[in-house]
Each structure stands twice: as C-alpha cells, then as structure tokens.
C-alpha cells in the first residue's frame, strides 16, 4: 500500500472463501503489495501494525485461538480493529404497531442462526460483554468502539431520507471497535 508521501506497507488478506478473496483482490489497487495466507500459522507470522477484520468474528463459532493469535502478532503498538452486525439491534426486527420499534425476542443467551446472506452461513449472536471478555482473555483491551448508523441503501442526501429512513439510520445495525494489547505491569 503506498501513502500520500511515498511510503509502503505489507498488505496480506485473508479469507477461506476462494470466490471472496478472489473478488477484493481482483478489486483492489496494484500498489497494494498482496499475498493470500490460507494458513495463519505458517504465512501470518507478524508482527502487524493493524489487523482489520471486516463482518467476520460473528461468522465463527469459537473466537480464543483466533484472538490469542492476532494478539500475538500485533506490534507493540499493534491494533486490532474489527466490525461486527450489532448484536443489540442486528436480527430484532424491525415492528410497527402504535410506534415503530425492534422486537427484541432475546439478548444475552447464544444463539446460532442461518442467515441467507453470503450464500448463506452460520452467524452466532453473542452479547457485547461476552466479546468484552474474550477479548480480555486473548489480553487484548478495547479502547474504542464505533456505532455507526444503519445508512439507507440508496445514495440520496440526509435531507431527502423518508422518515423511516431517517428511524432506521437511529438504529446502527453495525458496529466497529478497537483494541490493544494489555502489557503486563
Ligand atoms: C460477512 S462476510 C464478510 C466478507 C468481507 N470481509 C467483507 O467485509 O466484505 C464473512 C466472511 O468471513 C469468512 N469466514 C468465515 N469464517 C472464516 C474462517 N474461519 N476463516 C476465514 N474466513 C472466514 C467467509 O468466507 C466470508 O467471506
């Protein structure tokens, strides 16, 4: 990757899915310096300045190894930054009776659903605290976390949203965070 002054980065990508990875790297600019690591242990070895995993840590059902991993290869000043389907709003669905509202049928208990997206896959709804936590256990602290709102799919300016537009932009559907390793003492 080259920045505004010149400068270059290692950029590895990872994904298990062939048809994904092939489609960003297809996408992507050639001054991104890209190789594919199917396996972590044996291409990842880091450290890294910034590990970003984009919509994926709901898609799996165990998190240790894979958080004790990143946090192994961050750099001292190392961030992993990750985005996740909110799993406060994220499959409450969206009701109107006397007001409009989010069903929500459940929160603190695990669930594994089937969503159809992505050609269809397994997503686990775990809560806020329970990723806290992992986290925590990986030593790795969050310092930052980012709820932006749920934007409408079509490109218009804020002042044409319809008025179900502008509740459904109140609900962020989609969250990102940020986090450090803890070092000892
Ligand atoms: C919701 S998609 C997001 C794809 C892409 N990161 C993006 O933001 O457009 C979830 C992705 O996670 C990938 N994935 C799920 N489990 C994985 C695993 N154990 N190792 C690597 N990739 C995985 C899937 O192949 C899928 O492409």
Redesign the pocket.
Known sequence: MTGDDGSTADLVA????AP?YAA?VGGADDSFRRRFAPFLDRWLPGPFDVVLC???LM??PTLDRLLADVAVRLSEEGVLVASILHPAFFGQQPAQDHERHRRVTGYLGHEERWVE??GG?RHYHRPLSWYVGRLRDAGLAVVDLDEPPSLPARDVPESAWTEHERWFASIPTMLSFAALRVRAG
Not at 14 to 17: E, L
Request: no cysteine.
């Open positions: 990872w994904d298990r899915s994904v960003t984009h919509m994926v898609d799996v997206t992505f896959h």
